[in-house]
């Protein structure tokens, strides 16, 4: 099983400021897909990227593809209280995905 | 659209004693999914099914956990007897097909287990 290795593990940022966590592996991935799971509930899809360059853009976050197809990024700009939850990267492995552990991110007002 | 549903929400047991995790998945999705999230990780699949019938169930332990989807439709997670390592959020998860390549899944909110 490939490892998704995802930083920070914690991050609390004021309302406001911009931040980008990452996910990084030693493997090639396929496609890449971003998870946010806020407390009690399961995680929502935000995003899948499957070319290696590829950049999406949902609103105020910009998710990145490396060349590679090893590592992915999510740049938020001008976070919001909102944003807070818990960002899962994961990994399509067959045909199945691998997640990694996550960053949890705290917007504070 | 409904969306998935699971239950009970919360439940907590004592070690060596037995619980069962029910799902139903969205209308028409033929692929299941159990994932194991223990806090501070991320999930972990522990079974797929597609329809009724068994696709990867590779992480799954054996000697304590089962699971079924009779019909095709919903499932259970079952885990006897269980160990103080079992405490943690299982999730299912729905997509319309699985395959060769990954489908976007739809994740319920999950039942926390703790087990004393």
């Known amino acids: 099983t490939q490892l998704l290795e995802q930083s920070p593990q914690f991050l609390s940022i004021q309302e406001g400021e911009n931040l980008t966590v990452y996910c990084n592996s030693s493997?090639?991935?396929?496609?890449l897909q971003w998870y946010r799971q806020e407390p009690g509930e399961g995680p929502v899809l935000l995003v899948t990227?499957?070319?290696?360059?590829e950049v999406k853009k949902l609103k105020r976050l910009t998710f990145q593809f490396g060349d590679a197809r090893k590592d992915s990024s999510l740049h938020i700009t001008a976070a919001q209280p909102g944003d807070t939850g818990l960002y899962l990267c994961a990994g399509e492995e067959g045909n199945k995905l691998v997640f990694g552990a996550g960053t949890i991110l705290r917007v504070k007002s | 659209e409904a969306g998935v549903a699971q239950s009970p929400r919360y439940k907590i047991i004592e070690k060596r004693q037995s619980v069962a995790f029910w799902c139903n998945p969205i209308s028409g999705h033929a692929t299941l999914y159990w994932y194991q999230q223990i806090l501070g990780q991320g999930p972990k699949l522990l079974i797929q099914?597609?329809?009724?019938?068994?696709?990867?169930d590779s992480q799954l332990p054996k000697d304590r956990f089962s699971a079924e989807r009779l019909k095709g439709v919903d499932s259970t997670l079952k885990i006897q007897p269980a160990k103080l390592e079992d405490s943690a959020v299982y999730l299912c998860?729905?997509?319309?097909?699985?395959?060769?390549?990954?489908?976007?899944?739809?994740f319920g909110p999950g039942t926390r287990l703790l087990v004393l």
């Open positions: 493997s090639v991935f396929s496609s």
């Open positions: 998860a729905s997509s319309l097909v699985g395959g060769s390549y990954v489908q976007t899944q739809y």
């Open positions: 990227v499957v070319t290696g360059g």
């Open positions: 099914f597609q329809n009724n019938g068994v696709v990867d």
